[in-house]
């Protein structure tokens, strides 16, 4: 079942935000925690390492670009703009590793909220089956982090971005309960 998750209006396409948004970090930003199941049985036993790294984060004009893109030339058109702009690294237990192509952060009185995006990868079995899943070619994350840099957040595996009439971005996604990152702390940067 699709939902437009509660990110829609913060997705941080949005131009509004620019202002308040940290267009670069100081320094490179490492968090680790654990990506939960929302489907396993209490308590919740199934989980895996989770390892965000951002070398930068994207630029007020990379991100009005993209929201412009959206807006103009619709969703699809964004894949090929995300390729381009690889700012961070997402690992996923020991296993699987894909390139964060957008990473925003905005700071507030409480600590900070972080939308990260990644582009994930069509599997062949998804591709041959004809699958609706394939019309979900991103993966978004949202954090929200206290002032220590801790702090929880979700992970939607299987996303699409469409536009809206007042210029922001909804996030679409193919699942009905997105999946929990729970115990995120901020770590040292590994070299």
Do not use: C, N
């Not at 036993?45 to 989770?50: E, K, M, R």
């Not at 702090?151 to 999946?179: C, H, N």
């Amino acid at each position: 079942m699709s939902r437009v998750s509660r990110v829609a209006a913060v997705l941080l396409f949005a131009v509004a935000l620019a202002g308040v948004a940290a267009a670069v970090p100081d320094q490179t930003l490492s968090y680790q925690g654990w990506l939960v199941d929302p489907f396993s049985r209490l308590p919740r036993t199934a989980s895996l390492a989770v390892t965000i790294r951002i070398d930068r984060l994207t630029s007020d004009d990379d991100a009005k670009r993209l929201a412009d893109l959206v807006s103009a030339r619709g969703p699809r058109a964004l894949g090929p703009a995300l390729e381009e702009l690889e700012v961070g690294r997402l690992s996923i237990g020991d296993r699987y590793m894909m390139p964060i192509s957008y990473a925003r952060r905005v700071r507030h009185d409480d600590g900070e909220h972080l939308i990260l995006i990644a582009q994930r990868a069509i599997s062949f079995r998804e591709i041959f089956r004809s699958s609706r899943s394939k019309d979900y070619p991103y993966t978004a994350i949202e954090l929200d982090l206290d002032e220590t840099g801790r702090g929880s957040g979700e992970l939607i595996a299987a996303a699409r971005f469409l536009p809206r009439q007042d210029g922001t971005v909804d996030i679409d996604t193919l699942q009905f309960i997105a999946a929990r990152l729970m115990s995120v702390r901020q770590v040292e940067a590994e070299r």
